[in-house]
């Protein structure tokens, strides 16, 4: 959502130097000439028309505007055949969570967080976002509740790695009765947990300080454990599973 916001701003901002400045005057060839003069890398270009769209897909449906003027623009051609995600093998993933001292509460929830989004695959944004009552027991099961791009919700078994993880930090910091409050929290400047949640730059920073301190690549970003672990489970399959990554 953030990219697209800056995409559509400097969208705006070119129509804006150029006088157009309702939206009854942008149409396919003002979006075109927008593709063909921007500046930026075919995945940059890419990103900005596909945010454009969906912007004009939702004034449509408001009945704000009477057609979308940038349905019938392409983009640039831009194939990728591999990822750019930095993967850290089972190895790597094992050390950089064993690495973190967890004698503290700011370490049981960095380790707690990272395990989340390994054995679970799931994005940052919708880590961050978790609340205490999303990580739920169902019958002898506990489970992870989150809410993934598209305003897809996503529950999933937690891995028994990631529930020891989640279990010790909620008792360290005393927040399991607060089922409405962000689960993972900010520090304030003297290394006590906060009411307030971290988004998904406090993460990337944590992971960030984390990876170094392990001695692992300073590429790595919390992308890179998503890629992880559905690399470890396409690379292993169903039946080895429990034999990669589970077992980490």
């Given amino acids: 959502r953030l990219a697209y916001a800056q995409a559509i701003r400097q969208f705006f901002d070119w129509c804006e130097v150029r006088g157009l400045i309702t939206l009854e005057r942008i149409e396919p060839v003002v979006i075109a000439a927008y593709v063909e003069q921007h500046s930026g890398s075919k995945p940059t270009v890419k990103q900005h028309l ?17 057609h979308n003027p940038a349905t019938s623009v392409r983009g640039p051609k831009h194939v990728v055949k591999r990822g750019k995600t930095p993967v850290l093998t089972a190895d790597e993933a094992r050390r950089l969570l064993d690495s973190i001292d967890v004698s503290t509460p700011i370490g049981l929830r960095d380790r707690a967080l990272i395990g989340v989004m390994v054995y679970s695959f799931a994005r940052v944004s919708a880590t961050v976002a978790m609340k205490v009552d999303d990580f739920y027991a169902e019958g002898k099961r506990w489970w992870l509740r989150l809410q993934e791009k598209g305003g897809k919700r996503h529950e999933v078994p937690a891995h028994h790695n990631a529930d020891d993880y989640l279990d010790q930090y909620l008792k360290a910091v005393g927040i399991a009765d607060n089922k409405n409050s962000p689960l993972f929290r900010t520090v304030d400047r003297y290394g006590r947990i906060t009411d307030c949640g971290m988004n998904r730059n406090d993460a990337l920073r944590m992971v960030k300080r984390r990876a170094a301190a392990a001695g692992l690549s300073p590429k790595i970003s919390c992308h890179s454990f998503r890629a992880t672990g559905i690399t470890a489970y396409l690379d292993n399959g169903d039946e080895q599973l429990k034999r990669s990554i589970f077992t980490m």
Avoid: K
């Fill in 50 to 66: 596909a945010a454009i769209r969906m912007l004009f897909d939702w004034l449509v449906t408001g009945q704000i505007v009477p």
